[in-house]
Structure formats: C-alpha cells, structure tokens
C-alpha cells in the first residue's frame, strides 16, 4: 500500500484541531496586544493561500465543489485591497463530510495563531444560546461581541457552528454586519470574514448525488446550480434553522451556499489512511479493512455512503490499532 502524503504544514491530528478553538479567549500573544489600530490594523492577519489549497487538495475527500468555492472565494477576498462587504459563507452537508474541518483549515491559514487567535470567534449555539426564551439577551450580547471585535480588528473570523439548533431570530442582529454599507455602529467592517455551519439541505444533497450515481454520472459532474437551489429551499423551509426570521438568506447577503457531498467507501478509506499518516504510522491493511467494516453505509439497498462521513474515523482507528 503506497504512503500517504504529509500534511503541507505539521500541525497535529487535523481530524482533532477543532477542539482547540475553547482556548481561543487564552491566545492573546505579544503581536495581538501591540496591535491597535483599530479597522485597518491587520493583526494576526497572515493568509497562506498556497498552503490551504494544498491542504484542501491532500485531505478534504470527496468535495470538489467545496473546494473549488472556498478557494475561489478567499482568493477574491484576500486580494482585494478595499472589498465591499464582508466574506459570507454558508457550509451545508451531511455530518462528517468535512464542514468544520475545513472551517479549522480556514482559520489555520489565515490567522497566525489559528483557532488560537483572539481574531478567530467560535459560537456554538450548544453552549452560547443554549436557551430559546433568552434570545433577546443574546442578540445583545451577539451584537456587543461583533462590533466590539470589529472595532479592535477589522481582519476578524466569526464561525458560527450548529445552525440548526441557533435560535430562530438570532442571526438577524448579523444583518447589518454582512451588508455592503461602509460602516455599521461607527465601525468599518469589510474585511471580516462569516462562516455558517448547518446540516440543513444535507439530506437534499444526498439525494442529488445518489440520482447521480444511479444515473452513472461521475460525481465530480455535479454541479453546484443543482444543489444551491435544493439547499436554499430546504433552509428557507426549516422555521428553526438558525436564518430563519433573520433577513440574511432573503436579502442575498450569502457569498456563497458551499455545499458537502455524502462520502463513499473509498473516501472513509482516505480519511483512515490520512489519520494514520497524522498518528505516524504505517498505513495497515488490517486497520483500514477494519474501520470500513465498522462504518455504516446508506441507503440500504445501495450500502453507497458513510453514515457518519470521517467523522468517527480517529476514535475507530484507536480501536483497532
């Protein structure tokens, strides 16, 4: 069995860096605190394209569109010196096909101290909103966090994880932050970059690459005209998705709809074989063959794709190492 590729830059389990973000608030370093300059200052600020695409390219299985989006996106994005609204993204997908993966990838290569940085805000609505009848508190609290972030820096990352368990009405106070206006509160807020995470339209898309399959279409063939419509909908249809009440999808404030591919046999096999590589181990048969056993597939006549994407590959391999 040939050797995986190493990552393009070592930085631990990639399957693992998501956790880190809860150290986020303690990363506050020596250039972070020499920084103020308030809207132009660029921070922690470091963008490393080449190495993302690179990461993207060796890792992310089975998402072509995914990564053709993101990439085309930040490239715009980090290039213009002057954009004229923030970046918006919305990632959709069924679970472990890649979603936070790529938003730690995200924050890794374009800040310095990656999910670290005291730019990088992760919200969870698990532990932030966790209850429904305070959201007027929150969005508050929400609107405080943002503008006073923006206004210390305005080269900021919000990723906003969960959207399907956000309180309805929420991200509304988000609004005015993703438009193409110069300035919002007194703050200049161009430079900042939104990430949406919801599994919401995921089942929509599993059925677009399924038909696919059956029609013996390669799946690097679908298109994303296809799924944006399919995701939109399924979005504007949940009334507890976390857009909804807010204004965002229907003002057109998203960049881009970014959508996951459900993964097959051969892409878990390439998680498994990418986690080893990480561990520092060979790749062994007996373990690879193993995971794949373990994984359920759907749907059931087809048995075609992973049940959980990659995401219970690290905790599997542990297994039967």
């Given at each position: 069995?040939?050797?995986?590729?190493?990552?393009?830059?070592?930085?631990?389990?990639?399957?693992?860096?998501?956790?880190?973000?809860?150290?986020?608030?303690?990363?506050?370093?020596?250039?972070?605190?020499?920084?103020?300059?308030?809207?132009?200052?660029?921070?922690?600020?470091?963008?490393?394209?080449?190495?993302?695409?690179?990461?993207?390219?060796?890792?992310?299985?089975?998402?072509?569109?995914?990564?053709?989006?993101?990439?085309?996106?930040?490239?715009?994005?980090?290039?213009?010196?002057?954009?004229?609204?923030?970046?918006?993204?919305?990632?959709?997908?069924?679970?472990?096909?890649?979603?936070?993966?790529?938003?730690?990838?995200?924050?890794?290569?374009?800040?310095?101290?990656?999910?670290?940085?005291?730019?990088?805000?992760?919200?969870?609505?698990?532990?932030?909103?966790?209850?429904?009848?305070?959201?007027?508190?929150?969005?508050?609290?929400?609107?405080?966090?943002?503008?006073?972030?923006?206004?210390?820096?305005?080269?900021?990352?919000?990723?906003?994880?969960?959207?399907?368990?956000?309180?309805?009405g929420l991200m509304e106070v988000l609004r005015p932050f993703l438009g193409s206006s110069w300035v919002v509160y007194g703050t200049n807020y161009r430079k900042a970059i939104f990430i949406f995470i919801s599994n919401t339209g995921g089942e929509q898309i599993n059925q677009v690459a399924l038909e696919a399959w059956r029609s013996r279409r390669d799946r690097e063939e679908i298109l994303l005209q296809e799924l944006e419509p399919v995701i939109s909908r399924a979005v504007l249809d949940n009334?507890?998705?976390?857009?909804?009440?807010?204004?965002?999808?229907?003002?057109?404030?998203?960049?881009?709809?970014?959508?996951?591919?459900?993964?097959?046999?051969?892409?878990?096999?390439?998680?498994?074989?990418?986690?080893?590589?990480?561990?520092?181990?060979?790749?062994?048969?007996?373990?690879?063959?193993?995971?794949?056993?373990?994984?359920?597939?759907?749907?059931?006549?087809?048995?075609?794709?992973?049940?959980?994407?990659?995401?219970?590959?690290?905790?599997?391999?542990?297994?039967?190492?």
């Amino acid at each position: 069995m040939a050797a995986v590729t190493r990552s393009c830059r070592p930085w631990g389990s990639l399957l693992g860096l998501f956790g880190l973000v809860s150290a986020a608030a303690a990363a506050w370093d020596l250039a972070s605190l020499r920084c103020n300059l308030g809207a132009f200052c660029e921070c922690d600020f470091r963008p490393d394209l080449p190495g993302l695409e690179c990461d993207l390219a060796q890792h992310l299985a089975g998402q072509h569109l995914a990564k053709a989006l993101v990439v085309k996106a930040l490239k715009a994005f980090v290039r213009d010196p002057a954009p004229t609204k923030p970046l918006v993204l919305s990632l959709h997908g069924w679970t472990g096909t890649g979603k936070s993966y790529v938003s730690s990838l995200l924050a890794h290569y374009l800040f310095q101290g990656g999910l670290r940085s005291p730019r990088v805000h992760h919200f969870s609505p698990v532990i932030h909103f966790p209850h429904p009848s305070h959201v007027e508190r929150y969005k508050k609290d929400l609107k405080s966090w943002v503008q006073g972030n923006l206004t210390a820096c305005g080269r900021s990352l919000f990723l906003f994880d969960e959207m399907d368990k956000m309180p309805p009405g929420l991200m509304e106070v988000l609004r005015p932050f993703l438009g193409s206006s110069w300035v919002v509160y007194g703050t200049n807020y161009r430079k900042a970059i939104f990430i949406f995470i919801s599994n919401t339209g995921g089942e929509q898309i599993n059925q677009v690459a399924l038909e696919a399959w059956r029609s013996r279409r390669d799946r690097e063939e679908i298109l994303l005209q296809e799924l944006e419509p399919v995701i939109s909908r399924a979005v504007l249809d949940n009334p507890h998705h976390g857009f909804s009440h807010s204004g965002i999808m229907e003002e057109r404030l998203l960049d881009a709809v970014v959508p996951f591919l459900p993964l097959q046999r051969h892409h878990v096999r390439h998680c498994v074989l990418n986690e080893l590589a990480q561990l520092g181990l060979e790749p062994r048969d007996e373990v690879v063959q193993a995971v794949l056993d373990s994984t359920t597939f759907f749907p059931e006549d087809e048995q075609l794709f992973s049940s959980n994407g990659c995401k219970t590959v690290a905790s599997r391999i542990s297994f039967f190492l």
